[in-house]
């Protein structure tokens, strides 16, 4: 496996993750990519705001 890809296991409600589910499929991704899509936009927003964040890596 790609050392740069990191599992993480997340736990949320059924219902939500359902509709959530049904969000991604409508945008032609899967649920792990649309995660993956949010988490960009949000990190994008955060820099745009604070500065870019350093990292380790």
Do not use: C, H, P, W
């Not at 496996?1 to 993750?17: E, I, N, Q």
């Not at 509709?19 to 949010?38: L, T, V």
């Not at 960009?40 to 990292?55: D, L, M, P």
């Amino acid at each position: 496996m790609d050392d740069k890809l990191l599992r993480y296991t997340l736990r949320v409600d059924r219902l939500l993750f359902q509709k959530f589910r049904y969000i991604a499929e409508s945008e032609g991704r899967s649920a792990n990519k649309e995660i993956e899509q949010y988490l960009k936009r949000r990190v994008a927003e955060y820099e745009a705001t604070n500065g870019k964040i350093e990292t380790n890596k």
